[in-house]
């Protein structure tokens, strides 16, 4: 808690970072010069991050596939009342997955990685820490690639960091552009440690020391690197891509993509264990179900 009372100031003074004034360029530019990617944009999106076998071969798909899937999102916002308030579901792109590399959409996983998800048990139910960080409350990881709400990212800029606030969970994220080295390895957190760059007008982030308890699609992300790309090309557009890199878990490094559009704002915050009897109405329908079939609490 003093950590988090002590970043506050740090964060206040970023959200309140002026925006350079004037009519909106392509890319429009803060006071000091650099490319303006402030604002509250969203990464909400239908389109999957692999690529579904029955797209092999596809990278986009036809104009009346792309009305089918987006008539099916939104007449599934009418389906359950809980939905209806608050799932973001997102539009498709036309695009059949968000990884562009390698070029069949698929995540390339090394053979001991795809065994190692296999193998994995089904989500447990003994107590809290045998569910995931997300359900938790603790942290929603990174990268954010889609998902079903609070999908918005706040990006404020000073001349020397940018601020990743991200609306799921509140976690945010201060990236340095001084130059300065990535901690020692020993040093581990929930988001990793950045650092970032401009390359011409993209923002470039390159994450480290991510902790081995954090995980990306059931993969410990002890020992990965991201590199993350913002590109702003346009008033309304955002270009997100991002490449992964872990020999252990992939036999080449991969990259996907995705756009996001600018929203209004503002953002508020997301008070996760307030009120949260998610938690308890999971464990105790486990111990029921448990129960029920005679069978030990916990087990698989």
Same mark, same amino acid.
């Given at each position: 808690?003093?950590?988090?009372?002590?970043?506050?100031?740090?964060?206040?003074?970023?959200?309140?970072?002026?925006?350079?004034?004037?009519?909106?360029?392509?890319?429009?530019?803060?006071?000091?010069?650099?490319?303006?990617?402030?604002?509250?944009? =969203?990464?909400?999106?239908?389109?999957?991050?692999?690529?579904?076998?029955?797209?092999?071969?596809?990278? +986009?798909?036809?104009?009346?596939?792309?009305?089918?899937?987006?008539?099916?999102?939104?007449?599934?916002?009418?389906?359950?009342?809980?939905?209806?308030?608050?799932?973001?579901?997102?539009?498709?792109?036309?695009?059949?997955?968000?990884?562009?590399?390698?070029?069949?959409? +698929?995540?390339?996983?090394?053979?001991?990685?795809?065994?190692?998800?296999?193998?994995?048990?089904?989500?447990?139910?003994?107590?809290?820490?045998?569910?995931?960080?997300?359900?938790?409350?603790?942290?929603?990881?990174?990268?954010?690639?889609?998902?079903?709400?609070?999908? =918005?990212?706040?990006?404020?800029?000073?001349?020397?960091?940018?601020?990743?606030?991200?609306?799921?969970?509140?976690?945010?994220?201060?990236?340095?552009? !001084?130059?300065?080295?990535?901690?020692?390895?020993?040093?581990?957190?929930?988001?990793?440690?950045?650092?970032?760059?401009?390359?011409? !007008?993209?923002?470039?982030?390159? $994450?480290?020391?991510?902790?081995?308890?954090?995980?990306?699609?059931?993969?410990?992300?002890?020992?990965?690197?991201?590199?993350?790309?913002?590109?702003?090309?346009?008033?309304?557009?955002?270009?997100?891509?991002? $490449?992964?890199?872990?020999?252990?878990?992939? $036999?080449?490094?991969?990259?996907?993509?995705?756009?996001?559009?600018?929203?209004?704002?503002?953002?508020?915050?997301?008070?996760?264990?307030?009120?949260? !009897?998610?938690?308890?109405?999971?464990?105790?329908?486990?111990?029921?179900?448990?129960?029920?079939?005679?069978?030990?609490?916990?087990?698989?």
């Amino acid at each position: 808690m003093t950590c988090l009372l002590r970043a506050a100031p740090v964060v206040a003074a970023f959200l309140l970072a002026p925006a350079a004034a004037g009519a909106q360029s392509a890319p429009a530019r803060t006071a000091w010069g650099a490319p303006d990617l402030q604002g509250v944009w =969203n990464h909400g999106t239908a389109t999957p991050l692999e690529r579904p076998e029955r797209h092999a071969g596809r990278e +986009r798909l036809t104009a009346a596939e792309i009305a089918e899937v987006n008539a099916a999102q939104r007449s599934a916002e009418g389906v359950g009342a809980r939905r209806v308030v608050w799932w973001e579901r997102g539009l498709s792109d036309g695009r059949t997955s968000m990884i562009v590399d390698p070029p069949d959409g +698929r995540m390339p996983l090394t053979p001991a990685a795809a065994a190692e998800l296999r193998a994995r048990p089904p989500a447990g139910a003994a107590g809290p820490e045998d569910r995931n960080l997300g359900e938790r409350c603790i942290s929603s990881g990174v990268p954010r690639l889609g998902g079903p709400y609070s999908q =918005n990212v706040h990006i404020a800029q000073t001349p020397d960091h940018v601020l990743l606030l991200h609306e799921m969970i509140h976690e945010y994220r201060i990236v340095p552009l !001084d130059g300065r080295p990535h901690l020692p390895e020993s040093v581990r957190q929930w988001l990793g440690d950045a650092r970032g760059w401009w390359e011409g !007008d993209t923002l470039v982030v390159e $994450t480290t020391n991510i902790r081995d308890d954090q995980r990306f699609r059931g993969l410990s992300q002890g020992s990965m690197r991201l590199v993350e790309r913002f590109t702003r090309v346009g008033a309304d557009e955002l270009r997100y891509e991002v $490449t992964f890199e872990d020999p252990k878990l992939w $036999t080449q490094p991969w990259t996907a993509t995705l756009t996001m559009p600018p929203t209004d704002g503002p953002m508020f915050e997301y008070a996760c264990h307030e009120g949260n !009897d998610g938690m308890t109405a999971l464990l105790e329908i486990a111990r029921g179900e448990a129960a029920a079939v005679g069978g030990e609490f916990g087990s698989r």
